[in-house]
């Protein structure tokens, strides 16, 4: 019996489907990811709405991450939503939990002595990081859930791309590299002299 040449258009169609779903998961899930970010938690860096980041999964799990780096991170608090921060801490270091919880603008006399956020400070375990979003007053990071463990990186911002305007709206659909932004001022005088 003979195979009807549609049958055969119709398996080898669906097999060439599945085969290219396959190599899009792994690419997406250990190469790259091109995904939409909303919120307003990296603000300069990145736009509120409209704004796609690049990211290179080489980087998951903390590989070769350095402090300033910008990374995308399973929420330690809802494993459903991913978050978009910056490095601030890393392994080893000390720091200042949260000095704002001290500030005098946003808090009473009273608040200020109970919060004492500029006595407050954790030594990041193995494992993990310190991440904060640029914009520290509009950010849920590690000051609200902690150490974020390497585990939970999937991947680390190299670029970015902007919609708002529509696709041509900008030139190159408004690509721009996102750099680190730290800087150790000790190595900075040593390269200058």
């Not at 939503?81 to 200042?96: E, F, N, S, W, Y």
């Not at 520290?136 to 991947?155: A, F, K, Q, W």
């Amino acid at each position: 019996m003979k195979v009807p040449e549609s049958l055969k258009f119709l398996v080898s169609t669906v097999s060439w489907t599945l085969r290219a779903g396959c190599v899009a998961h792994l690419v997406h899930e250990y190469v790259y990811e091109f995904t939409e970010t909303r919120g307003e938690s990296m603000l300069p860096t990145l736009q509120s709405h409209h704004d796609y980041v690049h990211a290179l999964k080489k980087y998951r799990l903390g590989r070769n991450l350095d402090i300033g780096d910008c990374i995308v991170a399973i929420k330690p608090s809802d494993p459903d939503h991913r978050v978009c921060k910056r490095i601030t801490g890393m392994p080893g270091d000390a720091i200042l939990i949260d000095p704002s919880s001290s500030s005098e603008l946003t808090n009473t006399p009273a608040e200020i002595l109970q919060h004492d956020g500029f006595n407050k400070y954790i030594v990041i375990p193995e494992g993990h990081v310190w991440c904060t979003g640029d914009n520290l007053c509009h950010s849920l990071d590690s000051r609200s859930y902690s150490v974020l463990p390497m585990g939970l990186i999937t991947g680390k911002i190299v670029a970015a791309n902007s919609m708002d305007k529509g696709i041509f709206g900008g030139g190159l659909w408004n690509f721009r590299w996102i750099q680190n932004t730290f800087f150790d001022e000790k190595e900075e005088a040593e390269s200058i002299s």
